[in-house]
């Protein structure tokens, strides 16, 4: 059974870092493509960034290139999302998703399995 555990979030002023980890078992990174997702009160799931490194893709959202990055410890089976220059508009919760394949799609329906999120303030 895949389980995905987020952590890492918090409270933090505009302009600052914070380090998402998202631990995996059931299931290896290096098949399979893995994403990160956030979700702002009264808005839809929206895309942040993913990897598949069977593929060699990696992929950001225009709002976060530059200032987000996406990486894996494959000892640990964790990923992470290093976010720097956080902006009040970054604040969410967010979740991390992993599919059956190891297609980098940018869509929350491309993922089959999800973390329970973790949640992301950032005070301007």
């Known amino acids: 059974q895949v389980q995905l555990v987020e952590s890492g979030g918090g409270l933090v002023q505009a302009g600052g870092s914070l380090r998402l980890s998202c631990a995996a078992s059931?299931?290896?990174?290096?098949?399979?493509?893995m994403g990160w997702f956030r979700q702002a009160p009264g808005k839809e799931r929206e895309f942040v960034a993913v990897?598949?490194?069977?593929?060699?893709?990696?992929n950001y959202a225009d709002s976060v290139k530059g200032r987000f990055t996406i990486s894996r410890d494959s000892a640990k089976n964790t990923m992470y999302l290093q976010m720097n220059s956080l902006k009040p508009e970054d604040t969410g919760v967010y979740y991390c998703a992993i599919a059956n394949t190891n297609y980098a799609s940018t869509r929350a329906g491309g993922y089959d399995y999800w973390g329970q999120g973790t949640q992301v303030t950032v005070s301007s």
């Open positions: 059931g299931r290896t990174f290096s098949i399979y493509a």
């Open positions: 990897f598949s490194w069977s593929a060699g893709v990696t």
